[in-house]
């Protein structure tokens, strides 16, 4: 299968884009005009440039407003042909008008599309004709297919598009029905669900399949029926995609098409978190209050282990205290590592004394490591044992958030999601005193992750990040920590009077020990603590009654309030 | 009139955003209750405070999904009493149900409310319901109305508030028969007309009055005309606002209701640039190609004036050139000024030597200061002549564009607007190679600003300003000019492949001399050219024949690549 991107996908100049398209691994790209206009490249040595990339072009879009007015341009048609024979383009993508002069007359489409594809065909070109979703008369890809089939000409076809397609809530089921070698070229983007204006929606939230909410997988299952052959090229137009680094937002790109083709290694069955690796200085005392001992210091790495019961911590010292790793334990952890590889994940090369195991890593987009540990844990030899793991309240890692800058909201719950192969959960707004964040959970395999991204840029702040422990015992976890001395995020007095009011519990305990409380609507209850912050980094104590499964969001202002008073 | 804000329009602490209240002048406040709830101040401090700061609370809110429910929490009801005893609150906002449980059923609403009215007044409250865009059964203010009047209790009034009553295309007429002294509170916003979810729409997207597309004076007439006599107060949810310097939005928040209420010394009559001040080495040589010459020198000042015709531009040495001042010129730079003053822009104290002219200036949000100049053009006899201004091609500024931090649109779109008394003109956005930018042009008394504003953060690039200079003779214009060795900006090729094929026009002269061409719908035509950048400055040339009213938008984006490619 053939991998296209279009340019308006990406920052930059041409140049910047064709060179972040070809460094991700795609094959081809559509050339978006205006990206062509502005260039100072000539037509004939943009071609000369994608030749020495080694990319096709596979698309030249779009041409607007052609078909269904009184007086079709052919001029302006013969002028972009001459542009496309310059720069060995094939096919034109025109798109249904919006012209308010554009009338609603199939027939007279069909023949003005007929004449413009033989026009084509005198040059070897062809025509993709494509429903815009916002189409004055033609916003479906049913009808553009009629067109299509009544202009009956061998060099026009159809293109479809998964935004204006499933945007409408069209059924996709209908494409089965188009003979694949019709179907002359297809463009996909996903989008999330927002109740807002089509026009809108598609110009500025786009996103790469597996970061919306529409059902592309199921999409593709058509596309496939139908016998399409021809690329699998994303177009999304996206706010945030067009304004941060092409290179990076290519293989962002590319790994979506990549999980939505599902030729990947499955991913292997994961069995909770194996550990957490926290950089940083002067979390110890917090580690040690809360019931951790170290057990272990590594055998060639200034790194330390530290236990209690089943969890394990590795701590080394860093500048900021933030978390640097997650480690899961996958059933087979090469097959994980395959999978991540094959989602473009960089693959960590890390030194290893004689001896010392070999812990598979990758790095997230964000530069935390994300480590596949086997069920053996076996990279636990490479610490010279110190004592033995202590029992304490704290059974296992909960769930691990991770903060993410303000753009890299869609790159990294996509990251997160494919190669760890995790389900999204929910995902909430809140505010927070520097602005709303956006948090999105993701879990799989006893493996929870939280995202938290700002809306905006917080003026500068760091976003925080932190381990959960669960506990079936917050009280005693709570009351044993504040007796190690253990500092705790101070919970305001009128937090516990709006609970009371709320929900009518009884708030004397939570009180005393700043215990956050939350009830869902099936009776389950959640009571939270969370630690002072050190640098970047906190820990949460999690009990969770009756199968509450979030992660207590109306309780998130609350806390993020608390720990802007901290600082 | 009493002027208020409501706590959740900022972001910050709850100190902070009191603090920035009382600083831009407010009187009172309403508090958002999550924003007490979150903060360490017990409800008597925060009466505490807010009596230190001189301010009123004028409204407690949001109480929600009380009525028209089968079983109303009364007990909910008394706790949020007690915190309002206690914070010396005396009114309570109760806004329509969304829950799923409510019934459409206005006696059993009414009497629900009148009960809680009933508990409030045994405690010296009161009780303002409100009419939410989104209820579940009561969206519509008239409909608040008609149950609060059959609940008929004199503790028991209506809030309005104008985004839920205009986001509905409701007519705002109907509040004249609603007598006065049952209006217990107004709530005022703005908003951009958006095709959206107006849940949404309302929690993202609110503004200032001013800032976006309601008629609110026409809303005010209405509220006047009724007899309201209660606080202005303003309520406003907006990523932007909530998550910048409240200081500074408490600032925008007083202009925008100063505007409103219409109190304000009448804008004096332009009459165009009185000149514009360049500031940065290194663009003589770019004016003295267009056609200008020193023509003096500053008394006192290292600044030099520059002339062409009638084109003053003052020119002085800064880091960075940039433009550092606008000067118009007024009937009445005095009133100029007492206006500009009440709507809180900061008066700037300028050292003068003796017998200079006192030229009265204010400072932008942005740093740009903005000059007052009479119609005797007294201010140039500071300068020490050293020559006639020569006669050229340009014959006056067309325009200035001012670059704005992506954070600021709102707040200087207002404040040029206000200060200067503009028209606003069209809006655009218009895609750079560094994602998209947002323009918004203003107008009046031959002034003509536009404000360009990415909406994302350019990865820290600047983004330039220029000074446009109108002709009647572009093409001798830019023949001397780069005759004269004037680099201008390079245009691509492709460009005018384009505008052939798209408006046949021949374009031979326009691509020898790197012109850019735009045609509108009456057959009004512009032409322009651009110099190459300095610093953050370049300079436009303009010609528009016909009539031609705009900025040529559909050619922004190829001087954002060209530019692009200059670096």
């Given at each position: 299968?053939?991998?296209?991107?279009?340019?308006?996908?990406?920052s930059?100049?041409?140049?910047?884009?064709?060179?972040?398209?070809?460094?991700?691994?795609?094959?081809?790209?559509?050339?978006?005009?205006?990206?062509?206009?502005a260039?100072?490249?000539?037509?004939?040595?943009?071609?000369?440039?994608?030749?020495?990339?080694g990319?096709?072009?596979?698309?030249?879009?779009?041409?607007?407003?052609?078909?269904?007015?009184?007086?079709?341009?052919?001029?302006?048609?013969?002028?972009?042909?001459?542009?496309?024979?310059e720069?060995?383009?094939?096919?034109?993508?025109?798109?249904?008008?919006?012209?308010?002069?554009?009338?609603?007359?199939?027939?007279?489409?069909a023949?003005?599309?007929?004449?413009?594809?033989?026009?084509?065909?005198?040059?070897?070109?062809?025509?993709?004709?494509?429903?815009?979703?916002?189409?004055?008369?033609?916003?479906?890809?049913?009808?553009?297919?009629?067109?299509?089939?009544?202009?009956?000409h061998?060099?026009?076809?159809l293109?479809?598009?998964?935004?204006?397609i499933?945007?409408?809530?069209?059924?996709?089921?209908?494409?089965?029905?188009?003979?694949?070698?019709?179907?002359?070229?297809?463009?996909?983007?996903?989008?999330?669900?927002?109740?807002?204006?089509?026009?809108?929606?598609?110009?500025?939230?786009?996103?790469?399949?597996?970061?919306?909410?529409?059902?592309?997988?199921?999409?593709?299952?058509?596309?496939?029926?139908?016998?399409?052959?021809?690329?699998?090229?994303?177009e999304?137009?996206?706010?945030?995609?067009?304004?941060v680094?092409?290179?990076?937002?290519?293989?962002?790109?590319?790994?979506s098409?990549?999980?939505?083709?599902?030729?990947?290694?499955?991913?292997?069955?994961?069995?909770?978190?194996?550990?957490?690796?926290?950089?940083?200085?002067?979390?110890?005392?917090?580690?040690?209050?809360?019931?951790?001992?170290?057990?272990?210091?590594?055998?060639?790495?200034?790194?330390?282990?530290?236990?209690?019961?089943?969890?394990?911590?590795?701590?080394?010292?860093?500048?900021?205290?933030?978390?640097?790793?997650?480690?899961?334990?996958?059933a087979?952890?090469?097959?994980s590592?395959?999978?991540?590889?094959?989602?473009?994940?960089?693959v960590?090369?890390?030194?290893?004394?004689?001896?010392?195991?070999?812990?598979?890593?990758?790095?997230?987009?964000?530069?935390?490591?994300?480590?596949?540990?086997?069920?053996?844990?076996?990279?636990?030899?490479?610490?010279?044992?110190?004592?033995?793991?202590?029992?304490?309240?704290?059974?296992?890692?909960?769930?691990?958030?991770l903060?993410?800058?303000?753009?890299?909201?869609?790159?990294a719950?996509?990251?997160?999601?494919?190669?760890?192969?995790l389900?999204?959960?929910?995902?909430?707004?809140?505010?927070?005193?520097?602005?709303?964040?956006?948090?999105?959970?993701?879990?799989?395999?006893?493996?929870?992750?939280?995202?938290?991204?700002?809306?905006?840029?917080?003026?500068?702040?760091?976003?925080?990040?932190?381990?959960?422990?669960?506990?079936?015992?917050?009280?005693?976890?709570?009351?044993?920590?504040?007796?190690?001395?253990?500092?705790?995020?101070?919970?305001?007095?009128?937090?516990?009077?709006?609970?009371?009011?709320?929900?009518?519990?009884?708030?004397?305990?939570?009180?005393?020990?700043?215990?956050?409380?939350?009830?869902?609507?099936?009776?389950?209850?959640?009571?939270?603590?969370?630690?002072?912050?050190?640098?970047?980094?906190?820990?949460?104590?999690?009990?969770?009654?009756?199968?509450?499964?979030?992660?207590?969001?109306?309780?998130?202002?609350?806390?993020?309030?608390?720990?802007?008073?901290e600082?």
């Amino acid at each position: 299968m053939r991998r296209s991107l279009a340019t308006v996908c990406l920052s930059g100049t041409l140049d910047e884009k064709l060179d972040a398209a070809a460094a991700a691994g795609f094959d081809g790209v559509e050339l978006f005009e205006p990206d062509v206009i502005a260039s100072p490249r000539r037509p004939a040595e943009v071609r000369e440039r994608l030749a020495e990339l080694g990319l096709t072009l596979d698309l030249y879009q779009p041409f607007r407003d052609f078909e269904g007015v009184p007086a079709p341009d052919f001029a302006r048609a013969e002028a972009k042909f001459d542009v496309m024979a310059e720069l060995g383009a094939e096919l034109l993508l025109v798109c249904s008008s919006v012209s308010p002069e554009a009338v609603d007359d199939d027939a007279l489409a069909a023949a003005q599309l007929r004449e413009l594809a033989e026009r084509a065909a005198a040059r070897g070109l062809r025509i993709a004709y494509e429903a815009l979703a916002w189409g004055r008369h033609v916003a479906d890809y049913q009808h553009a297919w009629r067109i299509v089939e009544r202009a009956d000409h061998p060099a026009l076809g159809l293109c479809l598009d998964s935004f204006h397609i499933l945007s409408r809530g069209s059924d996709p089921a209908g494409i089965r029905a188009i003979p694949g070698g019709k179907l002359f070229f297809l463009q996909l983007a996903d989008a999330p669900r927002m109740a807002m204006d089509v026009l809108q929606w598609s110009r500025h939230h786009r996103c790469f399949p597996g970061q919306g909410g529409f059902d592309l997988a199921g999409f593709m299952e058509h596309v496939r029926a139908a016998g399409y052959a021809g690329p699998w090229s994303l177009e999304v137009f996206n706010d945030v995609f067009r304004a941060v680094d092409p290179r990076r937002m290519a293989v962002d790109a590319m790994r979506s098409l990549r999980l939505l083709e599902g030729e990947l290694p499955a991913a292997a069955p994961l069995s909770g978190y194996a550990f957490a690796e926290v950089a940083g200085q002067g979390i110890e005392p917090l580690l040690e209050g809360l019931g951790f001992a170290r057990t272990g210091r590594h055998r060639s790495k200034p790194v330390q282990l530290w236990e209690q019961g089943a969890i394990r911590l590795v701590v080394n010292q860093g500048d900021e205290p933030r978390v640097a790793a997650v480690a899961v334990e996958s059933a087979e952890p090469e097959r994980s590592v395959a999978r991540a590889e094959a989602l473009l994940a960089p693959v960590l090369d890390r030194a290893r004394g004689p001896g010392e195991a070999d812990i598979s890593a990758v790095a997230a987009p964000d530069g935390t490591s994300v480590f596949f540990c086997g069920p053996d844990a076996g990279w636990v030899a490479d610490f010279a044992p110190e004592r033995p793991a202590p029992d304490g309240p704290l059974a296992r890692i909960d769930h691990l958030a991770l903060a993410q800058p303000f753009d890299a909201f869609d790159e990294a719950a996509l990251f997160y999601r494919a190669v760890l192969a995790l389900e999204p959960g929910g995902g909430e707004e809140s505010a927070s005193p520097d602005g709303l964040v956006r948090s999105r959970a993701f879990g799989g395999g006893g493996v929870r992750l939280t995202l938290n991204v700002p809306v905006l840029p917080l003026n500068g702040r760091a976003q925080l990040q932190h381990v959960a422990f669960a506990t079936t015992d917050i009280v005693t976890a709570v009351r044993r920590a504040r007796a190690a001395g253990v500092p705790f995020l101070p919970i305001p007095g009128n937090y516990y009077d709006d609970l009371e009011a709320r929900l009518h519990v009884d708030t004397a305990e939570l009180r005393a020990l700043g215990l956050l409380y939350d009830r869902d609507a099936r009776g389950g209850e959640l009571l939270q603590a969370f630690t002072a912050t050190r640098g970047r980094v906190f820990f949460e104590l999690v009990e969770r009654r009756g199968g509450y499964a979030g992660h207590g969001a109306a309780n998130t202002p609350i806390r993020m309030a608390a720990q802007r008073e901290e600082t």
